[in-house]
């Protein structure tokens, strides 16, 4: 089974600071995927950052770079430079790659990010 | 491109009602999603089709029923359901190509109807 922990239900930044939103794994499987997104008040889910489990670098898109510590089985998000519209809640998410876990994503809780001007 | 569009975005339908919500990309993904996503909730997934066939379907009522007509569009219809059924409906999509490791395989997702059921 895997599962996915966000340990932090609501998280506050001041704009133009950084913030690292937590994750945390756990899964049986040889290789997966961790996913995060954003989902605004509107709904959408936007895909924000992808971290392969043999990926020797973490991944990086913009603002957005993933910190991924394979050992303690950690994938935690930061945001360089918030911007008001970075309030948000995001989500953490894996995908395996055997079984039933070849198709599912799934998610942690969720963090609400609230970005104060 | 990564578009996904769902119509429509809002829907209010009595429990005696027959509707459909639908789901298209053009991005040549081979897997679609439907998901329920209860406020304040993290997503969970209903139902899953790769190379519009039916894989998974996660235990969902039959008030719900998929259908995939061709490779770009999925359709939820409707029909009979509760007070508890409404929530936002999120459609999704991935590449899904054969030998794809399911691990790098990102789903892009739409966004959403939102359903109220009177």
């Known amino acids: 089974a895997q599962k996915i922990t966000q340990t932090q239900p609501g998280m506050f930044v001041q704009e133009k600071e950084a913030v690292t939103l937590d994750c945390t794994y756990d899964?049986?499987?040889?290789?997966?995927?961790l996913f995060w997104y954003k989902q605004p008040s509107s709904g959408e889910m936007i895909f924000l950052i992808y971290?392969?489990?043999?990926?020797?670098q973490n991944a990086t898109e913009g603002r957005y770079s993933l910190n991924f510590q394979k050992a303690r089985k950690s994938a935690n998000l930061v945001i360089s430079a918030s911007q008001l519209g970075d309030s948000a809640m995001y989500f953490c998410a894996m995908r395996g790659s055997s079984g039933g876990s070849n198709y599912k994503l799934t998610f942690g809780k969720g963090t609400l990010l609230t970005v104060n001007p | 491109d990564t578009e996904v569009t769902q119509t429509p975005k809002h829907l209010v339908m009595g429990m005696t009602n027959k509707k459909s919500l639908k789901c298209e990309q053009h991005?040549?993904?081979?897997?679609m999603y439907w998901y329920k996503q209860k406020a304040k909730k993290p997503p969970e997934l209903m139902f899953v089709y790769s190379y519009e066939k039916l894989s998974i379907n996660e235990s969902v009522p039959s008030r719900f029923s998929p259908e995939c007509p061709n490779s770009s569009l999925l359709n939820l219809h409707l029909h009979a359901l509760q007070p508890e059924d409404s929530a936002l409906y999120l459609c999704a999509s991935s590449r899904r190509q054969k030998g794809l490791a399911g691990g790098t395989d990102t789903q892009y997702f739409g966004p959403g109807t939102r359903l109220t059921v009177l």
């Open positions: 899964t049986s499987d040889p290789s997966y995927g």
């Open positions: 971290q392969g489990s043999y990926d020797q």
């Open positions: 991005m040549g993904h081979r897997a």
